[in-house]
Structure formats: C-alpha cells, structure tokens
C-alpha cells in the first residue's frame, strides 16, 4: 500500500521507512503539519501513519496539537483515508483524544513492527470492508500476513513488487487500474520509476499465474480476469 508518514524523529521516520518498505510498502515521508496537511490535499494515500507532537513547519517546536489538527483537518474536509496514529503519548486521555478525532487506530511508542504491521492490514481491510484476511480470486489466495501466494494451491513465489501489483488487482477485482494507480503502489517520493516498470511486472506475473489472469485495457490500464 502506499503509505505517507508524518514524523519529525529523524531516526524513528528512517528506521520505520525502511522497514515498511522491505514489507513491499511505498512510503512517502514528510517531518511536519503543513507538509503533511499538502500531502494530504494533494495525493491520494492507501494510510497515514501519524505522530502527535509535530511541529507546524521546519525548525519550529512541536505542538500538542499538531497531529490532532492535521487529523481533524483531513476529517473536515470529509477525507476518510486510514490512520494510524503512533505516538509516546499513551494516557488514557491521549488515546480518546486520538480516536474521537478521527484516528482508526492509535498505538504507543516503543512498539514491535510486527504489530504496526497486523494494525495496517487491520485497518485497511476495514477501510475496504472486508473481513477475511486473505484475498481470494479465482483460485488465486493472497495472503498479506505471510505474504504467501497461491494459485489452486499451488505456491507461487513472487517479488515484494510483483506482489504489491497482485495485491492491488485483487483488492478490487474486476476493476481497471490504471499504470499510475498502481506504480503509487510501488514507489514512493524520490524513487526512481522506470517508464515500463508496471508492464515489467505485469507481464512477469503473467508468465507465473497465466497470461489470462491479468487483462489489459488498451490505454486504460490493468484489471483481474473474472471467474
């Protein structure tokens, strides 16, 4: 999924960013509230994953408020992507505070990765209201806990690319995504995007599952063949 973060910790922000993205995540990084609030204006995310005490821009203290506003923003504006919100704010009062304004889930620094990890399938899985766990298509089983594929029960071995391509296509069968939609899937701000990085992967998932399971959509983009 691609994921933005709002932390101003330097070294929490590129421990976890890099975490993330061995887990097959595109993350886009941002340390503030205003650069978070225009992230958020002006790209679509899949989840954030938001600090509290943020400062409003570069070199300015942080603010109790500071993620709090930024949420409360997002929501007044009727924008519902996910959050998460991870902070070392954990009093009662924090938490309720966090979750009335809007924060799908709230969790307390120092934290295992592995849980952040549950807590973002969790939350997206609500967001597109589901309730299994693993994404199953036409014979193909997704499971994005182990991160294993198969295909009638067979495994398939993918790459974390290939797999987040998959991934994508299986969170909404039958629907056309388009080159963009998916390599926001697998890049985030900075990253090099190779022009036919999509169509690569595409046509590599096609060579392991079947060159009918991933249809093309002339200058449109790429959706799941149904049953």
Same mark, same amino acid.
């Given at each position: ?7 101003? @910790?330097?070294? =929490? ?9 061995? *887990? ?26 938001? @600090?509290?005490?943020?400062?409003? $821009? ?15 923003? +997002? ?8 959050? =998460? ?31 952040? +990890? ?13 309730? *299994? ?46 080159? $963009? ?32 399971? =991933? ?13």
């Amino acid at each position: 999924m691609r994921v933005l973060m709002v932390e101003d @910790d330097r070294m =929490i922000g590129d421990s976890l960013r890099q975490a993330l993205r061995l *887990d097959g995540h595109a993350v886009d990084w941002v340390y503030d509230v205003a650069a978070g609030t225009a992230a958020l204006a002006t790209e679509r995310f899949d989840l954030v994953l938001l @600090d509290l005490g943020l400062p409003d $821009a570069p070199g300015q203290p942080a603010r109790p408020a500071g993620g709090l506003g930024l949420l409360r923003t +997002l929501r007044g504006r009727g924008d519902a992507t996910p959050v =998460i919100v991870l902070t070392a704010r954990d009093a009662l009062g924090d938490r309720v505070a966090g979750l009335d304004a809007g924060a799908d889930d709230y969790l307390s620094k120092p934290f295992e990765l592995d849980e952040l +990890l549950a807590r973002m399938r969790a939350v997206a899985r609500r967001h597109l209201g589901r309730a *299994d766990t693993v994404l199953e298509h036409a014979g193909l089983r997704l499971d994005p806990a182990t991160r294993q594929v198969t295909q009638h029960g067979a495994p398939v071995l993918l790459s974390a690319r290939e797999f987040a391509v998959l991934e994508a296509l299986m969170q909404r069968p039958g629907a056309v995504l388009s080159r $963009a939609q998916l390599e926001d899937r697998l890049y985030g701000w900075g990253d090099a995007v190779e022009s036919n990085a999509v169509p690569v992967y595409v046509h590599q998932l096609r060579k392991k599952l079947g060159a009918e399971v =991933i249809q093309s959509m002339r200058g449109v983009g790429y959706f799941l063949r149904k049953p």
